[in-house]
């Protein structure tokens, strides 16, 4: 990131005086904020009092301070939280769209994401489709005169492709369409689509920016123009975050820098020692020199996390065995937190996907965390030689 990054982190959007001399922020854990007179509230209702908190659905004083440091992050104009990261992208796709509008969306995107945008929004009459991406022409063919929406992740959540966002951001604007992506793998540490031209960026703050698997949570960025219909949606679904749940973020937020360093380290580490492991036969990365890819993602992306999937050399038997020999990865879902984890990527998804998107049935995501990585290395080695004895 632009240098004095860390600094901002931890002290950007923050004022000691205004609580005390509180060096960490306080929790505002209040539903109501009362007026000092008559004459404040008709201000108020003139517009005339930005800063002023009536009701924490709709403003917070610790919410606010995690908005306006996310929004510097990201290079935005503005920032909502959310108590979820699908709250997030409901809100910011419905924000843009109306009854008889189209999305286009890349195949490989979070499942809850696609089936929102697939069969949810189908009720309201918007239609969607579905490209695989890499090739820019798939996703040009694909938009009809009625497309108002590209959604995308860059990398994506099943196999970590990465995708034009310059010449993406730009098909879209010549047409006049708008751009949502999903940057929670990479994180804002690690890269910014808004600099590449995308409209709005969403976060599941679950993951990495929490980073200590005790929080679910949401973040919009965008346009000072486009933050007020994701504002609306926010107010009017109610899917707000807590003042408790914006603390743990602000509190997780002071080490993701250290802790993206140290993922992205790891997890080369790991990759490395897959890449070469005869059972393995591909790790998708795109941190490694030799993925394909690699040359686009350096040019978007300052680094790479710890996230990532491969595929065993063998069937059944021998992945169950390999997933239930492991001491230090635990099997969960989500990731992004201190602690390395594994799931099996094939039994997650509904078939009819599965088989669109070429999952293979032998496919394993795992989640580097901030353990030694030569004791996460340790750990699938002994995994290995037992499911394969």
């Not at 040009?140 to 995308?152: M, Q």
């Not at 000072?224 to 107010?235: C, D, Q, T, W, Y």
């Amino acid at each position: 990131m632009d240098k004095g990054t860390r600094t901002k982190i931890q002290h950007y959007g923050e004022d000691y005086s205004k609580f005390l001399g509180a060096i960490s922020p306080p929790i505002f854990e209040a539903s109501n904020f009362a007026f000092s007179s008559y004459e404040e509230v008709e201000e108020h209702q003139e517009g005339k009092l930005k800063d002023k908190f009536t009701y924490t659905r709709g403003g917070n004083p610790t919410v606010r301070i995690l908005e306006n440091k996310i929004a510097m992050l990201e290079k935005g104009d503005a920032c909502r939280a959310f108590s979820s990261g699908m709250g997030a992208i409901t809100a910011s796709i419905l924000s843009l769209i109306k009854g008889g509008d189209h999305i286009v969306c890349l195949r490989g995107v979070y499942n809850p994401a696609y089936e929102f945008i697939d069969s949810y929004l189908s009720r309201f009459n918007v239609s969607s489709s579905f490209v695989e991406g890499k090739d820019l022409s798939d996703i040009e063919s694909a938009i009809r005169p009625n497309t108002r929406v590209i959604y995308l992740e860059s990398p994506n959540s099943l196999i970590f492709e990465v995708f034009d966002l310059r010449e993406i951001a730009r098909m879209a604007r010549e047409r006049g369409i708008y751009t949502i992506i999903d940057n929670t793998w990479a994180t804002p540490y690690f890269q910014n689509p808004i600099e590449y031209g995308i409209d709005v960026v969403v976060h599941s703050a679950s993951k990495y920016l929490g980073g200590h698997s005790d929080v679910v949570a949401g973040l919009v960025i965008t346009s000072k123009e486009l933050i007020k219909g994701v504002s609306r949606e926010l107010n009017l679904i109610g899917s707000i975050i807590g003042p408790f749940e914006a603390w743990l973020i602000l509190r997780g937020l002071r080490s993701l820098p250290s802790r993206m360093e140290l993922h992205q380290n790891n997890a080369m580490k790991v990759a490395q020692y897959l890449e070469n492991h005869p059972r393995v036969i591909k790790v998708n990365y795109p941190g490694l020199p030799s993925n394909p890819q690699h040359q686009l993602a350096i040019s978007q992306l300052r680094g790479f996390s710890g996230l990532m999937s491969f595929e065993l050399d063998g069937g059944e038997k021998e992945l169950r065995k390999f997933v239930n020999n492991l001491k230090l990865f635990a099997i969960a879902v989500s990731w992004g937190g201190y602690e390395s984890l594994i799931f099996p990527t094939g039994r997650g998804f509904p078939k009819d996907r599965k088989d669109k998107v070429k999952i293979s049935p032998q496919l394993l995501r795992i989640s580097v965390g901030l353990e030694d990585a030569e004791d996460l290395i340790e750990d699938l080695e002994n995994a290995f030689k037992k499911a394969f004895d």
